[in-house]
């Protein structure tokens, strides 16, 4: 049997790094909806950099300094991933949507700020909106959520539409359809000449309400 030493082992100590030389960062752990979210934005900025011809799930977890298992963990595969981002796209749209509505003082005020939202909007993520639906097995995933927020936003209109111009429920309904089209023609002019944000809203403002007011005019109820 070996002998106890009588004298304290030499303590160790921790290997110091050169100096001048920094220690390699740890990697920040995160709440899941906040990493998702780091996600989805790397793959948005890669697809607005080079389309979809480049884009895999190892390139967006590298990106976005995940590993390759841990991105699977968010997303089984590319197509869910980017049906996530679509879906988001949208909630995005609806809630701003919400939010102008909520601080809207009277109904001219209503249709500018939604107008202007809508526009600007799409200026700035038009062109990822547009390779986005252009992929029909993610835009399929989304399509009856969009549909039905679509909906929404024309009942709600058409609601408001009778109120202020006190029009017959058929014309409302047809004005504030063909209404929501002018505003998307609006912003994909915008998106295409690149011209001044409020000066596209305020000629699709102006369009708008001159249109109601000489269908009010041609059509009030009696």
Known sequence: MPKPSLTKPALLKPATKPKGQRAAPRRQRLAPEIRAGQILDCAARLILENGFTEISMERVGRDAGVSK???YNYFPNLT?????LLAREIIALQQRGLEEVKAAGNFQDLIRRTTRMYIQHVAERGPLLQRLWKESAVARSVADAD???REEAVNYFVKRVRKEYNLPLDIAITAVDMQM??????AQHL???HNDVDLATDIC???L???L???SRAYQKK
């Open 69 to 71: 298992a841990l991105i």
């Open 80 to 84: 869910d991933l980017l049906r996530a």
């Open 147 to 149: 549909k039905q927020g």
């Open 181 to 186: 089209a002018m505003t998307e023609t609006a």
């Open 191 to 193: 998106f295409n000449t």
């Open 205 to 207: 403002v102006h369009l």
């Open 209 to 211: 309400l001159g249109g």
């Open 213 to 215: 007011d000489s269908l």
